[in-house]
C-alpha cells in the first residue's frame, strides 16, 4: 500500500507539472510523458501481480486530467503495461539499448491506439493523420526518456516511509 501511495503521488506531481509548465516541453508537438514512461517502467521492474494494479491507478489519475474519454488512458496504460510485460518475460531487457527500443515501440503502440481510439470516438480519421507524423519523434524521445526514468523509478519506487522519514542523528563534536 504504501508502494502505491508513492506511485499516486509520483502520477499526480508530473502531471500536474506536465499539464501547466511543461505542456509544450520539449516542444508542442512531441509531450514530455513522464507518466506513461513510468507505466512501462512498472512494466520493466515489477512482477504481474504487484505491477498491474499501480498502472490502472496511474491510468485512472491520468484520466481525470485528460479531456480525453474517460477510461482511454487507462486502456492504453493497461495495453502498453502488458506490451512490457510480455517483451520481460521473453527478452532480456536490462541494457540501454533495449530499455530504448522497448520503450519506443511500446509507445509507437500506444500512440497508435490512441488515434485509432480518438478516431472511433470522434468519428474524425484527422487523428490517425496526426498520429502518422508524430509517432516517430514521440517514440524516440519517449524511448531516450526511458533510458533515464526507468532506473530513477526504480529507486523511487524502493524507498519506504522509514527511509524517507528517517531522522538522521546529531553529530556533537
Known sequence: MKRLLLIIIWALFWLV???TWLNSFPTNSIRLDM???SVLAIGFISEIESGLL???VMGIIADAFSPAPFGTLTFIYIAAYWVVRFATSAIYLRSYV???VWTAAASIGAIWLKAALF????KNPQFLAIALWR???QAAWNGALGIIVIPFFKWYISLSWDKIFKEEGLVLK
Do not use: G, I, Q, T
Open 98 to 100: 533495449a530499455r530504448f
Open 17 to 19: 507539472l506536465e499539464s
Open 135 to 137: 509517432f516517430l519523434p
Open 54 to 56: 499501480p498502472a490502472f
Open 35 to 37: 507518466v506513461f514512461v
Open 119 to 122: 478516431a472511433l470516438f470522434f
